[in-house]
């Protein structure tokens, strides 16, 4: 005799439950769907139509057995879902900039290219935010089913303090000054020198990069002053302010690494200078990697920053 619907639905139900629990389980829905199934009979409803009926209310007998069970269903649940994703945010901000920067050094100081230090960066970068993802993923699941603590719970000490957000007074004179001073040394270095060698001034700047050149950065920090104006106009950040911020830093990365990598952005008699006094390809070679990643770590951080506040703002 071919099994009903209601037995063939017990029979799933129970089956993944643990021994101990299956008869108990087995008789109740039994009962609760005999009983469920007669209430529709008495309102006349067709035997077979009434059995589907009933059964399609309990829905899928794996998610019912699992609350029999007390199973969770979800990968990470509301216990560890906070600790999950705070730890997880914390070691993909220190660990993968970090490993980054020791990525770019050892391709650098190997011989390798500037193309190839930034190609070797981005993928073990990208491959390690994979791998913290991926196994701290991995440790929290198996918290969440083995029922286990993490041992962290909350407290009122840890609500976070009032920030600014770098829209007053103080950040708007601090922007703009740091901008004047930034332009007050180019033009200094143009005509007196910021570099002694032997009591002689040299430039730090390549001289060729007069007016042209230096025109470009001009432009770039002067729209960077502008743009500090609007955001303390404004009050806040908001995402064009955030996305022009990301986009005059990646103006003045391209500039610098385009001229560092054509030869065109550090004076070459400084370089002489430095050769002359000792100082070898090797050094010349590391410094030059070392300026490389403190411009892209600079730009890198002046994006995420705005972004952050940008995010804080349209929370408030």
Known sequence: MPATLTTRYIDTTARSLPAELQEDVREELSASIADAVEARLHRGEDPLVAERAVLTELGDPAVLAAGYADRPLQLIGPRHYLTWIRLLRLLLLIVVPVVAVVVGLVEGLSGGSIGDVIGEVIGVGLSTAVHIAFWVT?????????????????????????????????DLLASLIFLALALVAVTWDHLRGLAVVDGEALEVLSPDLWPAG????????????????????????????????SALAVGFMSWALTLLGREQLLNPEL??????????????????????????????????????????DRRR
């Open 138 to 170: 991995v440790v929290f699941a198996v918290l969440e089913r083995s029922g286990a603590e993490t041992g962290l719970t909350w407290t009122v000490d840890q609500l976070p303090k009032e920030r600014s957000t770098g829209t007053g007074w103080v």
């Open 214 to 245: 230096i025109l470009v950065l001009v432009v770039l920090v002067l729209l960077e002053a502008a743009l500090a104006v609007a955001i303390f106009r404004g009050g806040r950040w908001s995402i064009g302010t955030a996305v022009a911020n």
């Open 271 to 312: 370089l002489v200078a430095a050769r002359s006094h000792g100082v070898d390809a090797e050094t010349m070679r590391i410094l030059g990697i070392i300026l490389v990643l403190s411009i892209v770590g600079i730009s890198i951080w002046d994006i995420i920053d705005g972004w952050v506040k940008t995010a804080r």
